[in-house]
């Protein structure tokens, strides 16, 4: 059971390159989501999916792209990359069960520099 | 929109001393989770504790418990005998619950931390 799984680990992308950041869970959960993790401000939430073909924005979307074709997937696009998306991303995933959520499971992150 | 506030940047303590670690939040919902999340330097997100706003009981795990008051919006983590494996970042988070979707929607809503360091 590999949980939550985040290729790569890390990256390096010039300004102006396209990437996909790609996370997998292997726990049938229906919730999934990404954050970008920044010195002294914790984690936001750039976007977030409640179930295939379901995705909504978060609170820093901007320059980011996702689709959820699978329950399975759900991978990040960042469309032209600038230096200000320098930073380390985590997708997470998680359930419901009679009406009640439960915590997010996180995948160990990427750390993606643009220069 | 909701707000977590952590007002503890860091902390200090002495191996096997208990601390608490403080979070506020601000939100209209009535119904919601909160969480602790640990971050050790591995950088791997851990989750500590849950609790579920509507529950009036404190969760507890282990040497881990919170003190949740609701109307003060408080949602406090209390480390007993704490150990060296403690030092990390900890994080409170917010998750709204939807009942239309069936049980939330919109990801966790973090408070920017609190780096705690167990001294040997």
């Known amino acids: 059971n590999a949980g939550v799984t985040q290729t790569p680990k890390f990256q390096v992308l010039k300004t102006g390159q396209s990437m996909t950041l790609q996370c997998a869970q292997d726990m049938n959960h229906e919730y999934m989501s990404w954050y970008r993790q920044d010195p002294g401000m914790g984690l936001r939430l750039i976007h977030y999916?409640?179930?295939?073909?379901?995705?909504d924005q978060g609170e820093v979307p901007n320059g980011y792209n996702v689709s959820r074709s699978t329950t399975e997937d759900f991978p990040l696009r960042l469309l032209s990359a600038a230096p200000s998306q320098t930073s380390v991303y985590f997708c997470?995933?998680?359930?419901?069960?009679?009406?009640?959520?439960?915590?997010?499971?996180f995948g160990s992150g990427t750390r993606l520099t643009v220069v | 929109a909701q707000t977590v506030t952590q007002s503890q940047p860091e902390m200090s303590v002495q191996e096997a001393e208990t601390v608490t670690l403080s979070c506020t939040y601000d939100?209209?919902?009535?119904?919601?989770?909160l969480f602790w999340y640990k971050q050790p330097p591995s950088r791997q997100m851990i989750l500590v504790i849950r609790q579920e706003a509507y529950k009036q009981q404190n969760a507890t795990e282990n040497r881990f418990s919170v003190n949740f008051q609701k109307a003060a919006k408080s949602f406090s983590l209390k480390i007993s005998d704490s150990q060296l494996g403690d030092t990390a970042m900890y994080f409170c988070a917010f998750m709204k619950h939807d009942e239309y979707s069936g049980g939330g929607a919109d990801g966790l809503t973090f408070g920017k931390g609190t780096h705690l360091i167990i001294q040997p």
């Open positions: 999916s409640v179930g295939a073909g379901i995705t």
């Open positions: 997470a995933s998680s359930y419901s069960f009679l009406g009640v959520r439960y915590g997010y499971t």
């Open positions: 939100t209209s919902e009535n119904n919601y989770y």
